[in-house]
């Protein structure tokens, strides 16, 4: 569980999408997500909201908000493999890149994902993830992950939202990971 909701914490943001991201040799005019990444704490914002509204524990969400985490992606024209790594953690996750809808039982921040689709903004700049979930408390929703890059290609956003069945309110969230040399 405590894996889970650190995994997911390494992987998404929102902001403006203006990303002087370099080429990907595979995919031309497209962010290269390529390389390892940490999670920049102190420019990121909690996790807490999301991981509340989601009706995660009070001491999952203590660790998801302190793990030091690193992050490593590899990015082909068709597939995002990324592999997160913290203090007692572990995630490995695999997208597929084309849209394509895939059936999951992963467990991400409390909640379980009921099946996944990756696919590109239409301006190619943005990598958007999208997770059916179901909570702890039977609640259904979606919760999106975005990736985008902004100072040439060094630091990766992450923006997290999440969209509960019958509630009123979005939950946005955003962390920024620096990418390593």
């Known amino acids: 569980m405590l894996f889970s909701l650190a995994g997911l914490a390494c992987v998404v943001v929102f902001t403006p999408t203006h990303s002087f991201a370099q080429s990907n040799t595979d ?13 920049d704490r102190k420019s990121s914002a ?9 009706g995660t524990g009070f001491l999952e969400r203590k660790y998801a908000n302190s793990a030091g985490l690193k992050a490593t992606f590899r990015q082909t024209e068709h597939v995002l493999k990324v592999a997160t790594r913290g203090p007692g953690f572990a995630l490995d996750e695999t997208l597929y890149l084309d849209g394509r809808t895939v059936p999951s039982t992963q467990e991400l921040l409390g909640a379980t ?15 958007v993830e999208t997770r059916q979930i179901k909570t702890r408390r ?4 979606q919760l999106t992950i975005a990736r985008h890059l ?7 956003v992450v923006a997290f939202t999440l ?4 509630e009123p309110k ?4 955003r962390q920024l990971w620096q ?3």
């Open 27 to 39: 995919q031309p005019g497209k962010p290269n997500f390529n390389g390892t990444w940490k999670l």
């Open 170 to 173: 979005t939950i946005s969230v």
């Open 179 to 181: 990418k390593q040399a």
């Open 163 to 166: 969209k509960l069945d019958a």
């Open 113 to 127: 994902s009921i099946n996944i689709t990756t696919a590109w903004s239409n301006n190619n700049e943005e990598l």
């Open 46 to 54: 909690s996790l807490d909201p999301l991981m509340n509204g989601i």
């Open 138 to 141: 039977g609640k259904s929703g």
């Open 150 to 156: 902004i100072n040439a290609g060094k630091t990766l």
